[in-house]
């Protein structure tokens, strides 16, 4: 491979609108998981164990770059990291199953004060960390990818979002206090993956969708957290890509001030509409994962092809992979990415 051919060398020139011999074709971590129990098998290591202990971590977050699957490397494989370590009570699931919160940190945003900061130097940050630093020693020429919960997303983890999404609109005041403190510890936490090894960050905010927070409610308190993510971490790393997820037609004003250098977006989302709407974002998306994981090859491809042709500039899954999807589907990804650069 030449040294200016390597994947993270093809995905930061696309974040920067450079002309590439070929779509990246990626797959971050978090809420974007890449992990399958068939990908745990090429490496013999496996959830739950993978979550905890940074070695295990790093050897299977890269499985599926070690497979030709995906040219990035990314950990964690959850969203869940954060607001642990702020106080909420996560179970780590199982094998086919990602860790959840069991039990909410504060019972209203008001509480937001009764909150731990997060932590760099014990529990899975700290794992997380020295996993990137692993995968970085190991894996260099990969595009390696740190995630972080979206600001949004990270409160509902740590209130109960029926909670949360009443007092964004009726406790305005503390909503905003909760706000300011989650998002200063993303960037802690950002900051540090950086440093670590993450030469890319992905933030994914299923939570902030314009479909339940609406343009007011977005434009309040999800854009500003996404952007001072972007403004804190950009200068630092080779890009910075936000995944919103949901039907984006109510927002596409507030996402045209979206700071980050790629916007990623699910399957219900048309490309063609999105950059019509927003015009000059770098584009990822958006294969269906109810698809990959149906594993009818022909759907796949076509879909493959079709995001590429609606304007994907980076072909990813849509939202994180079924644990149960077969590699052969997943292969089809990366194999749509090199049939366009061998078309041109």
Known sequence: MNQQDTPANLLAGTLHREKSYRPPCICPGGMMNMLTVEAMDLCHTYWPEAHSDPVLMARLAAAPFAAGLFDNIGVPFCMTVEAEAMGSAVDLGDRQTEPRVTAYAIASVEQWDKLSPVSLDRGRAKVVLDALARIRAQYPQAAIIGNLTGPISLASSLVDANALYKELRKKPQAAHALMDFVTDNLITFGRAQIQAGAEFIVISD?????????????????????????????????????????QLRTVYPQLAQLESDAI???AAVSLEKLRENVPGKVVMGNVSTFALAAGKSDTIRSLCRGCLRSGADILAPACGLGTTTALSSIRILMETVKEAADAD
């Open 206 to 246: 299923p939570s902030g969708t314009g479909e339940i927070l609406g343009p007011r409610l977005f434009e309040e308190y999800a854009l500003p957290g996404l952007n001072r993510l972007c403004q804190a971490l950009r200068p630092l790393c080779s890009g910075v890509i936000v995944h919103i997820c949901g």
């Open 264 to 266: 990623s977006v699910d």
